[in-house]
């Protein structure tokens, strides 16, 4: 199995500046694409950005211009740059990576703890 760990989270001022970060351990050959989602209390978790093993991106509309992922795959990382954050982005934002139980043949979604993105205006 992979297992997921947040690191970056933060309270920033609007306007501000984050760095999140996650490192996969466990079976990471498996793994497909990685990337961040966020949920606010009382909402359903959203898609912020993925990024596959070659660096194809795929970002939700509300943050493109601002946002920025990366990945690792040699350290097995994926970070999203947050710039321009917003009071309404403040959210629990996890870490996913989408992987393969070769055993079952069966894809399946691991996730992180989450880590507070809280964002003051």
């Known amino acids: 199995q992979v297992r997921l760990v947040e690191s970056g989270g933060g309270s920033v001022q609007a306007g501000g500046s984050l760095r999140l970060s996650c490192v996969a351990s466990?079976?990471?050959?498996?793994?497909?694409?990685m990337g961040w989602y966020r949920q606010a209390p009382g909402d359903q978790r959203e898609l912020v950005a993925t990024?596959?093993?070659?660096?194809?991106?795929i970002y939700a509309d509300s943050v493109k211009g601002r946002f920025t992922i990366s990945r690792d795959n040699a350290k097995n990382i994926v970070s999203l740059e947050m710039n321009g954050l917003k009071p309404e982005e403040t959210s629990v934002y996890y870490c996913?990576?989408?992987?393969?139980?070769?055993?079952?043949?069966?894809?399946?979604?691991?996730w992180g703890q989450g880590t507070q993105v809280t964002v003051s205006s």
């Open positions: 466990g079976n990471t050959f498996s793994i497909n694409r």
């Open positions: 990024i596959s093993r070659g660096g194809a991106a």
């Open positions: 996913n990576a989408q992987a393969w139980n070769a055993a079952l043949a069966v894809p399946y979604d691991a």
